[in-house]
């Protein structure tokens, strides 16, 4: 399974961005799907995350009605809807597989990866 981030760039404070992530090589549609990110010299920590359908979705307290996870399963897309972004959040974001149902917010839940994609929010 390969999966493809993008969408990172620089934002101004109180902007929105869409971070998009790509699947292929694998049943998308029986993955849940995940998002963490990890900011210079901090571990990686738990954005959010979407089970099969979008019935089922788990958010860190940090982007909590601010941000939003989304699958798209026509084009096995999962996006990340952010609004309201703060400097904070600047980091390297990371979306993440999990072949077995599981929807956890650990790192070690996730089997597959794709490369990060950086977002910048200035002040």
Not at 38 to 53: I, M
Not at 64 to 76: E, Q
Request: hydrophobic share 35%; aromatic share 10%.
């Amino acid at each position: 399974v390969q999966l493809q981030a993008s969408g990172g760039g620089l934002v101004q404070a109180g902007e929105s961005a869409k971070l998009s992530c790509a699947a292929s090589g694998g049943p998308f549609n029986m993955y849940t799907m995940a998002w963490f990110r990890q900011a210079q010299g901090k571990v990686r920590e738990f954005v959010a995350a979407v089970g099969v359908t979008d019935a089922i979705s788990y958010y860190a307290d940090s982007v909590k009605g601010r941000f939003t996870i989304s699958r798209d399963h026509l084009k096995g897309l999962v996006h990340l809807q952010m609004n309201n972004l703060k400097p904070e959040d600047t980091a390297d974001y990371y979306c993440a597989a999990n072949p077995h149902g599981i929807i956890g917010q650990q790192p070690s839940d996730y089997e597959y990866w794709g490369q990060g994609t950086l977002v910048t929010v200035s002040s």
